[in-house]
């Protein structure tokens, strides 16, 4: 990675890829810029019609609509809002999914 | 945040699922989604400051929750039950909405129209729905049990912790269904919309409640889940009897919203044997559920013959995994577990503000339920009524469900209330209103006998009235404001 795009994200910001199909909505940042990629490339306002550009094939695992994504420290969280082939990077590190207890509809 | 995201996740990738039953009619999430568009296109043109909705549960109802969030008003669910001059007064407290009714309503400064208006075909609003920071979602008119209704703020960061803390997106079979019984203008009424769009679980809608209509609702749609208040789900088992009903579909049966009888949970095991049980703890000021008491507990609690493994089915559950329940004494302090004290509670679901009074929040962020109770050593809460139900007799604080529940393990007491009464020498004593089995002849003194052998003598009520039913909100909610003041008279 030769540029890095720090930025400083807002819970509630909804972002696209330039990827792939992918949208996060912001869920929990730290205070800090960070460099947050889907697929390899930079991360752009969502429905902005943002140019495509290609998908870094070591950052292509994908993400599934509905699961939440954080890094191994849980310092943030990103909803995914619709499902895509690139996978969400910040500062290079690769975000797992947050495993979620199963509860028993109470509604 | 903004919880129209939550529909237009559905509608992005399940458009063509059934979400909402009711009558004849289906609705799919791509078409939920198209109404919401209409509803916030019409409240943009009439320049709404709140959409309020005033009418039965029906399709326009998630609509118009969807489509004030889009437009990024309030969404303002009012009791249709309530009086006229009741309902002039909350909307004299919502100057500038326009408000979906059916009813022939005038009130300065509100735009009507009805529910079958606000889904007509029409202009439909494209645009994104704002993220405005702290923007309301939601304001909701407490039942107002021990006074003036309060409108309590739920905001879209509280209704999306919830509902992202609790609910998998897209957990739902495609055929899964919930019946939904529970009034718009009640907490339960938001998260069963806002929960069934997110799992996709199709929403049946039964405005008004009767068991008989229940039952064959959920045969004729397969239903496969039901959240019901107790009054309800007393009402279905003595509708049934004993004959278990022919519900085959039926796999979840959640209550709350109220003090859940012992021997009516227990009934219901019975006659539902294949039904998972659970029961849910919440607050309309912490966006519904904070505990829950699983189907394992359940089942584990009715087949103990150990009284203490069996009195689990009178918990409220164990605090979900987003929130902490914290007890605390009068002075504010944490108390271990077993002890009785005021229920605390914290996560970010937690809105615990009203309109014009602010946040009830401590400084770390905990709210007072004003509900009493204790924890167990396994973490599970037990509730013991309401703080502002405490009796001060001569300076000793007595807690009414203690007496209560004595008087209802006696074998002709069919349902009791315990309150203040005034009493010159202590300030106040104990009263109780009970309600006895069909034919059956018990005296005061009996009762009162049976309060002495099993509890200090101040618990003894003074005064014991017989009375023919109890009065009870139609969400089942007990009004002891009414015994107190019939009790004193």
């Known amino acids: 990675m030769s540029v890095q795009y720090n930025i400083q994200y807002k819970a509630g910001a909804k972002l696209g890829s330039t990827v792939c199909d992918g949208q996060i909505l912001v869920l929990r940042v730290p205070a800090v810029p960070i460099d947050l990629r889907i697929g390899g490339a930079p991360v752009a306002a969502a429905n902005a019609g943002a140019e495509r550009t290609a998908i870094d094939a070591a950052l292509a695992g994908g993400i599934q609509t509905g699961k939440r994504y954080t890094d191994e420290a849980e310092t943030m969280e990103f909803l995914c809002t619709r499902g895509g082939a690139g996978s969400i990077s910040v500062n290079g590190a690769v975000l797992g999914i947050k495993a979620a207890k199963a509860l028993p509809s109470s509604d | 945040m903004n919880l129209f995201t939550l529909l237009e996740m559905a509608a992005d990738a399940m458009g063509d699922r059934i979400a909402i039953s009711h009558g004849d009619t289906d609705i799919d999430y791509a078409g939920l989604l198209a109404a919401s568009r209409r509803v916030a296109a019409r409240v943009r043109a009439t320049a709404a400051t709140r959409l309020a909705y005033l009418a039965v549960n029906g399709p326009a109802a998630p609509a118009a929750l969807f489509g004030a969030a889009l437009a990024g ?228 609690a009715r087949a103990a013959a150990d009284p203490a493994v069996r009195a689990r089915l009178g918990s409220v559950g164990r605090a979900l995994p987003t929130v902490e329940i914290e007890i605390r004494d009068d002075a504010g302090l944490p108390v271990g577990s077993g002890i009785a004290g005021l229920v605390f509670v914290r996560g970010d679901q937690v809105a615990g503000e009203y309109q014009g009074l602010g946040s009830l929040l401590d400084a770390d962020g905990w709210f007072p339920t004003r509900d009493l109770g204790w924890i167990d050593s396994d973490g599970y809460l037990y509730l013991d009524g309401r703080a502002d139900d405490v009796i001060v007799r001569g300076g000793e604080n007595i807690s009414p469900g203690e007496i209560e529940a004595v008087l209802l393990a006696h074998a002709h007491v069919r349902d009791v209330a315990v309150v203040a009464v005034p009493d010159q020498q202590w300030g106040e004593s104990v009263g109780a209103a009970v309600v006895l089995a069909a034919g059956a002849a018990v005296t005061a003194a009996e009762l009162q006998a049976l309060v002495r052998g099993k509890l200090r003598s101040s618990r003894v009520p003074a005064l014991i009235r017989f009375v023919e039913v109890l009065p009870y909100n139609e969400t089942g909610k007990l009004l002891r404001r009414v015994v107190r003041g019939d009790l004193s008279r």
């Not at chain 2, 009424?189 to 064959?216: C, T």
């Not at chain 2, 039901?226 to 022919?246: D, N, S, Y």
Request: glycine content about 8%.
């Open chain 2, 73 to 300: 008003v309030p969404y303002v669910p009012i009791n249709y039950r309530l009086a006229h001059d009741e309902i002039a007064a909350l909307l004299a407290r919502i100057p500038g909405a326009l408000l979906v009714t059916d009813a022939a309503v005038t009130a300065a400064g509100i735009t009507c129209l009805t529910p079958a208006e606000l889904l007509a075909d029409g202009l439909s609003w494209p645009g994104e729905a704002p993220d405005d920071d702290r923007g309301i979602a939601v304001e909701l008119f407490t039942s107002g049990t021990t006074g003036a209704p309060k409108a309590a703020i739920l905001r879209h960061d509280n209704l999306m912790a919830y509902i992202l803390g609790t609910v998998e997106f897209m957990g739902a079979d495609e055929a899964d269904a919930t019946i939904v019984t529970v009034p718009p203008y009640h907490v339960a009424g938001i998260s069963a919309v806002l929960s069934s769009v997110y799992a996709g679980r199709r929403m049946v809608q039964l405005p008004a409640f009767d068991p008989g209509e229940w039952l064959a609702l959920v045969r004729r749609h397969g239903v496969s889940n039901a959240f019901l208040v107790p009054t309800m789900l007393q009402r279905i088992t003595e509708h049934l009897g004993t004959t278990p009903p022919v519900v085959p579909s039926l796999r979840a049966l959640a209550y709350g919203g109220g003090r859940m009888p012992l021997a009516v949970a227990e009934r219901a095991m019975d006659l539902f044997p294949g039904v998972d049980f659970t029961n849910a703890y919440g607050l309309t000021e912490t966006s519904s559920t904070i505990a829950l008491l699983g189907p394992d507990d359940h089942r584990t």
